[in-house]
């Protein structure tokens, strides 16, 4: 049996807390900064370079640095939810938020792989046109072709499918609401229409060496 999401967080944030007083203690450089504290307290859920293997945790490497950065101070408010990010953004000082976000940005993103061909056909025509039936815009209309992102939409090409669909159910169903765009996409694709958007996007970028 697994560890619950408290005991998770408990166990994150008390790592957290010895790397920040042994890296107080040392005033250590930037980047070793950086480093040490994503490779302690980032790498169980996200990987060592925010290439995360679990595929219910996201892949962080390659997201923007603004992107990152937002996102931790939404988890920090609260106005992001999450057991186990809440605390641990919210013990973070502006200077961490801001190396850490710089780390990840530039750490390669794995690729990811598609399951079900078939499935990934059906989620790139959404991806690139939308659904004019529900009125759902095209994906790449925000996050660009190949799903690359930039600092206002996060990268999405080669991200994990269950995450994908996690986090469109979420805004679907009005459990994430830090982008009333995004609940609004979600509301207009089905639920068969998200799981193919998901597999799609797990092939992303198409047409670059593995």
């Known amino acids: 049996m697994g560890a619950s999401p408290s005991s998770v967080g408990s166990f994150l944030v008390a790592s957290f807390a010895a790397v920040a007083g042994s890296l107080g203690a040392a005033s250590p450089s930037y980047a070793a900064s950086a480093l040490e504290i994503a490779q302690t307290l980032c790498a169980a859920c996200h990987g060592p370079d925010g290439n995360s293997t679990d595929p219910a945790n996201p892949k962080i490497a390659g997201l923007d640095a603004a992107y990152i950065s937002r996102q931790l101070q939404l988890f920090a408010s609260g106005t992001r939810r999450s057991d186990i990010m809440a605390p641990i953004a919210s013990s973070l000082a502006t200077s961490d938020v801001r190396e850490l976000a710089e780390h990840f940005a530039?750490?390669?993103?794995?690729?990811?792989?598609?399951?079900?061909?078939?499935?990934?056909?059906?989620?790139?025509?959404?991806?690139?046109?939308?659904?004019?039936?529900?009125?759902?815009?095209?994906?790449?209309?925000?996050?660009?072709?190949?799903?690359?992102?930039?600092?206002?939409?996060?990268?999405?090409?080669?991200?994990?499918?269950?995450?994908?669909?996690?986090?469109?159910?979420?805004?679907?169903?009005?459990?994430?609401?830090?982008?009333?765009?995004?609940?609004?996409?979600?509301?207009?694709?089905?639920?068969?229409?998200?799981?193919?958007?998901?597999?799609?996007?797990?092939?992303?970028?198409?047409?670059?060496?593995?």
Do not use: W
């Open 106 to 210: 530039k750490s390669k993103p794995a690729r990811g792989k598609v399951a079900d061909p078939q499935l990934a056909s059906a989620g790139r025509v959404i991806f690139r046109d939308g659904d004019t039936d529900s009125g759902a815009p095209s994906c790449e209309g925000c996050h660009l072709p190949n799903g690359v992102g930039n600092s206002r939409f996060p990268r999405l090409a080669g991200q994990h499918q269950a995450y994908v669909e996690r986090q469109m159910l979420d805004f679907k169903n009005g459990v994430r609401t830090t982008n009333r765009l995004m609940n609004t996409v979600g509301q207009r694709l089905s639920v068969s229409e998200i799981k193919a958007v998901a597999e799609y996007i797990a092939g992303l970028p198409e047409g670059e060496p593995d």
